[in-house]
């Protein structure tokens, strides 16, 4: 989102500003960029917004050989298979977008007359030809609005899993969860997939037991610590391991 704002920014400077050596981000006064050569605002945050801009591109680079390389939690068994695909698509889409916004950034900058500085370091020089520059800039704005708006997508499907469905989605993609998940081979996912449809008749105040004979217990022991709250369906349930009575405790509170 700062990328957002940067570019946004720095779009509307003017070309003939004088030129400085230090520069007041943004003029809040909390940081000061000493340059070791006289530059005009504008060229200060154009190139600051490509430096950052290509250092992101390895992060995601990296993000994406980790997402080839591990799977992600599986999509909750209570969505529709339309719904099931609209988030895959959107997920596809944010991640096509992660690589062709950095990516036209680049290329635009490559046809440009400037070239590439990484935080003063010289990278490439520009090839200066305006029409395949003024197409990625073009391409850089237009892929940026569809990136913006299907992150705000995004954002308001997880606000959506969290206050209207309250369904544990946003608890599957902690970090905490994902641990637990990895140590032991039950699913988080897996197993609320599996309380789900044991649990949503459950009113408030009631308790419920299910038999350890259901499945494993020690495979359990990976996605549940002690007591622990869960938003699975309507309302928390409480669930526990319990040794003596051989069973998982369910108790819905709300
Ligand atoms: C990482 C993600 C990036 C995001 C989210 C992003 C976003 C933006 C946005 C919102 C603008 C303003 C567009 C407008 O005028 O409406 C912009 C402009 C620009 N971006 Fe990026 N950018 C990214 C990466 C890059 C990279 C890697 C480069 C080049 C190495 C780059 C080069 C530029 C340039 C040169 C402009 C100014 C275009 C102009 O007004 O002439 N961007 N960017």
Redesign the pocket.
């Known amino acids: 989102m700062a ?2 704002g940067l ?2 920014y ?2 509307d400077l003017p070309k003939d500003a004088p030129k400085a050596m230090s520069f007041d981000l943004f003029d809040l006064g909390i940081y000061n960029w000493q340059l070791s050569e006289e530059a005009s605002p504008r060229t200060f945050y ?1 190139n600051l ?2 430096s950052i ?2 250092t ?2 390895a992060l995601i680079a990296f993000r994406i050989f980790w997402r080839l390389t591990h799977r992600p939690p599986a999509l909750l068994d209570s969505l529709t298979a339309a719904e099931k695909k609209i988030a895959t698509a959107g997920h596809h889409t944010l991640y096509l977008m992660m690589v062709l ?2 990516v036209s ?2 290329l ?2 490559l046809y ?1 007359k400037f070239g ?1 500085k990484w935080f003063g370091m010289d990278v490439f020089a520009g090839l200066d030809n305006p029409v395949m520059r003024d197409t990625f ?1 073009e391409a ?2 237009l892929l ?1 609005v569809v ?1 913006i708006t299907v992150i705000g997508l995004h954002v308001l499907g997880a606000i959506k899993h969290k206050v209207i469905n309250k369904d544990g989605e946003l608890v599957v993609v902690q970090p905490k969860q994902r641990g637990k998940r990895q140590k032991g081979p039950y699913e988080y996912g897996a197993l609320r997939n599996y309380f789900v449809p044991i649990i949503k008749d459950m009113k408030a105040g009631d308790a419920c037991e299910i038999p350890f004979d259901k499945f494993d217990k020690e495979r359990l022991r990976g996605a549940i610590s002690g007591w622990s709250v869960h938003h699975w369906g309507k309302g928390s349930n409480i669930t526990t391991i319990n040794n003596d009575r051989k069973c998982v405790e369910i108790l819905r509170v709300t």
């Open positions: 990328m957002f570019g946004w720095m779009a154009f917004h490509k801009g290509v992101l591109l916004v950095p950034g680049v635009m900058t440009s590439l800039k850089h704005e940026g990136m």
